[in-house]
C-alpha cells in the first residue's frame, strides 16, 4: 500500500529536519537579535551616564563654588558687623568699607563668578546695603525694599538649609532688561545672639546651566534636558525653553549597572523605545536629562538585519544538504530491515548477513536476527514443554497424596487416644494435625489477628503438654474488632517460642505468657508477648533484632525473631515491627506494632481450610 509522502519515514524524517532547521535559524536569529538589542541598549545607556556624569560635574563645580561663596557670606565677621552698625555711628564708614573690601576681594577669588548674576546683603528693616553685580545690571533703586517685597521671600528666608529648596527661574525684577535668573534668599544670624541680622539675595545667571548643556554634543534625534524646581528645560538654539507639560516617566523594564545617583527611565509620551537618563546636580530638584530615541537604535539595526540574513539563509542550505545525506544513509537500509521483518512474520527465521551493517541500524539488524532465532528456540521449547507438563501434573498429584496420609494418620492416632481415655495425647495430635495443615495449605501472606491466635494456640498446646502444664498463656484482648486486623502469617509464634526457650525455660520454674491485643494510638494496633522470665540484657537486644540466624531448636526453623521484625517493616514501613523491653531476671516484652488495616474477606479464606 503506497503512502502519502509524510507519512513515511523518509518524509517524516524530511518534515522533521525542515522543521528543526527553521527553528534553528529562527532561534539562533532572535536570539542574537536579542541580545545585540540589550547589548546596544546597554552600551547607548552607560555611554550617555558617562556623559552626562561629566556634564553634571562641570555643573556641580560651579554650584558648588557659589554655595561656598553663600556661606561665606552668611558667616563673616565683617559682613555681621557691618549688619550691627547702625548708619549713625561713628565707625559706620569704616566698617562698611571693610566690609566691602573683602566682599569683592572674595567674590573676585571665586571662580565661579561670573555666573553671579547679582548679590545683595542687607538688613532686616533697614535701607543700606552691600552689593555684587554684574557689568550693566547695576540698579539705583531701594532693592533692600524691592527684596523683601518679593512672593517668595518669606519662605525661603524661613528655610533651614538648601537641601529643602525648591528653586524657581524668574525674570531680573530689578531692571528693566530681561535676563533670567535664579534667586537664592539666605538668612544672616546674629553671631553674638540668637535670631537673624539680616538676609543675602543671590540671583544665579542662566548662563552658568547654558553654557555647558550648548557645548554637550549628543546623537541627532536626542534631547538634551534639565530640570529646575518642578519646571523642565530643552535646549533650543542655546536658549532654554521651558516645556509646556512636565515629562512623566515610568519604570524601565530592563536593568543596567549604572551609578547610584543615576536613574533610567521609558518616556511612554515620546515611545515605546525612548529612554530617559536623569542624572542629579547639587542643587536640590536640578538635574539634566538624555532621552535615546528609537531611531538611535534603527541606525545600528539596519546592518545587523542583513548580517541575520545571511546567518539564516547559510542556515537552509546546510539544512537542505544534511536533509539529502540523512534521507540516504536512513531509507535503504530502512526498507531491507522491514522486509527481513516481514520474512520472519511469515516463518522464515533464517540468518540474514545483509542487515549487519557497521552502524546503529546494523545492531538492529543483528538484534533482528537475535530475535528470530529466540523465536526458533521458544517454538522448539514449547514443544518440549507440552511434553513436560504430563509428568509435572502427575508428580503433582502424587506429593499431594503424602500430606493428605499425614493428616489421616494423625486422625487415626486422636481417635485411638480417645477410645484408650487418653485425652492429652488426642489434643496435642490434634494440634499438631491443625498446624501442620495450616503450614502446608496456608497461601496467604496475610491473616486475620484471630487466625494468628488460633496458631498460636495450636503451638502453645503442643509445648503445653512438653512441660507438663509448666506454662501457662493468657489473653487480654481490649476490643473485639481488633481481632479481625491484618497481620503477616507467622509473626507471633516465634515470639512465644522465644519466650518459651530462652525466657522461661532457664528459669528453671512455672512460668506466664500474657498476650494482650489493644491500640496504643489511632490507626495503630499492638500485640504484647510479656513473659516473666530470666530477662534479656540490653546489650542483647539489638543483637536480636539483627541477628538473622533462627534458634537451632526452633519449632519453625526458617522464622526468627529477627526475621519477623525485618519482615514486617518491609511490609509497612520503618515505624513498625517489633520493639523489646527488659529486665533482667523479671520480664521480657516484646510489642509488634502493625497499622490498623481489617483484612479482607478473601485473604481469610484459609481459615475455612483448618
Known amino acids: 500500500m503506497k503512502r502519502p ?321 540523512l534521507t540516504n544513509a536512513f531509507t535503504k537500509p530502512v526498507e531491507k530491515l522491514r522486509k527481513r521483518i516481514s520474512l520472519i512474520a511469515g516463518g522464515d527465521f533464517t540468518q540474514d548477513s545483509e542487515i549487519l551493517w557497521n552502524n546503529e541500524l546494523g545492531d538492529m539488524g543483528n538484534d533482528i536476527n537475535q530475535l528470530a532465532r529466540d523465536i526458533q528456540d521458544l517454538i522448539e521449547k514449547r514443544v518440549e514443554d507440552e511434553n513436560q507438563k504430563r509428568d509435572y501434573e502427575y508428580r503433582l498429584l502424587q506429593s499431594q497424596i503424602n500430606p493428605h496420609f499425614l493428616y489421616n494418620t494423625l486422625n487415626s492416632i486422636k481417635w485411638m487416644a480417645t477410645i484408650q481415655n487418653a485425652p492429652g495425647i488426642a489434643e496435642m495430635t490434634l494440634a499438631l494435625s491443625r498446624l501442620l495443615k495450616n503450614i502446608s495449605k496456608g497461601t496467604s501472606i496475610s491473616v486475620s489477628v484471630r487466625q494468628e491466635f488460633d496458631l498460636l494456640n495450636d503451638y502453645f498446646t503442643i509445648q503445653k503438654y512438653r512441660y507438663g502444664g509448666a506454662i501457662t498463656m493468657e489473653y487480654e484482648i481490649e476490643d473485639e474488632r481488633l481481632l479481625e486486623n491484618e497481620i503477616p502469617r507467622f509473626s507471633l509464634q516465634p515470639i512465644v517460642e522465644n519466650a518459651i526457650f530462652h525466657g522461661i525455660e532457664p528459669k528453671g520454674q512455672a512460668g506466664t505468657i500474657r498476650i494482650r491485643l489493644f491500640s496504643p494510638e489511632e490507626g495503630v494496633v499492638q500485640v504484647d508477648v510479656t513473659d516473666n522470665g530470666v530477662g534479656i540484657p540490653k546489650e542483647k537486644i539489638q543483637e536480636l533484632l539483627l541477628d538473622g540466624a533462627p534458634d537451632s531448636g526452633s519449632f519453625f526453623r526458617n522464622v526468627g525473631v529477627s526475621n519477623v521484625h525485618k519482615r514486617l517493616q518491609y511490609t509497612y514501613g520503618e515505624y513498625y515491627g517489633l520493639r523489646i523491653e527488659s529486665e533482667l531476671g523479671s520480664y521480657t516484652k516484646v510489642s509488634t506494632r502493625i497499622p490498623r488495616k481489617e483484612i479482607k474477606m478473601e485473604q481469610g479464606k484459609d481459615e475455612g481450610e483448618r
Not at 531701594?142 to 528666608?157: A, N, T
Not at 539634566?288 to 548580517?307: A, D, G, M, N, P
Request: aromatic residues 12%; proline residues 4%.
Open 5 to 325: 509522502f509524510y507519512k513515511t519515514i523518509r518524509g517524516r524524517l524530511v518534515l522533521i529536519v525542515m522543521a528543526l532547521i527553521l527553528a534553528l535559524g529562527i532561534g539562533i536569529s532572535s536570539a542574537s537579535y536579542l541580545i545585540f538589542h540589550r547589548n546596544l541598549q546597554k552600551t547607548l545607556i552607560q555611554s550617555t551616564e558617562t556623559n552626562l556624569q561629566l556634564l553634571s560635574e562641570n555643573i556641580d563645580g560651579h554650584l558648588d563654588n557659589i554655595a561656598e561663596f553663600l556661606s561665606w557670606c552668611q558667616y563673616n565677621d565683617q559682613i555681621s558687623k557691618f549688619l550691627m552698625t547702625e548708619k549713625d555711628s561713628e565707625n559706620y564708614a569704616s566698617v562698611t568699607s571693610l566690609a566691602t573690601d573683602v566682599l569683592n576681594t572674595s567674590y573676585l577669588s571665586n571662580p565661579s563668578k561670573n555666573y553671579i548674576h547679582r548679590l545683595v546683603i542687607a538688613g532686616l528693616t533697614r535701607q543700606d546695603y552691600l552689593q555684587l553685580v554684574s557689568a550693566n545690571y547695576s540698579v539705583d533703586k531701594p532693592l533692600p525694599q524691592m527684596i523683601r517685597e518679593l512672593p517668595f521671600f518669606e519662605e525661603y528666608l524661613e528655610i533651614k538649609s538648601m537641601d529643602s529648596y525648591t528653586f524657581q527661574v524668574i525674570e531680573e525684577p530689578f531692571t528693566n532688561r530681561k535676563a533670567e535668573v535664579i534667586p537664592i534668599i539666605r538668612p544672616i544670624q546674629n553671631p553674638y545672639g540668637v535670631g537673624n541680622i539680616g538676609f543675602l539675595y543671590l540671583s544665579v545667571s542662566m548662563d552658568l546651566f547654558l553654557e555647558e548643556l550648548n557645548a554637550y554634543t549628543h546623537e541627532e534625534g536626542n534631547e538634551l534636558l534639565f530640570t529646575i524646581g518642578d519646571t523642565f528645560y530643552m535646549i533650543e538654539e542655546g536658549k532654554a525653553v521651558p516645556l509646556e507639560e512636565p515629562l512623566t516617566f515610568s519604570e524601565f523594564s530592563e536593568h543596567y549597572q549604572v551609578r547610584s545617583s543615576t536613574e533610567v527611565y521609558s518616556l511612554p509620551a515620546k515611545g515605546a523605545e525612548t529612554i530617559a537618563v536623569v542624572r542629579p546636580l547639587s542643587f536640590q530638584g536640578c538635574s539634566v536629562i538624555q532621552t535615546i530615541s528609537r531611531e538611535t537604535f534603527s541606525q545600528q539595526f539596519h546592518q545587523y538585519f542583513l548580517l541575520i540574513a545571511l546567518i539564516f539563509l547559510a542556515i537552509m542550505v546546510i539544512g537542505l544538504g544534511l536533509i539529502a545525506v
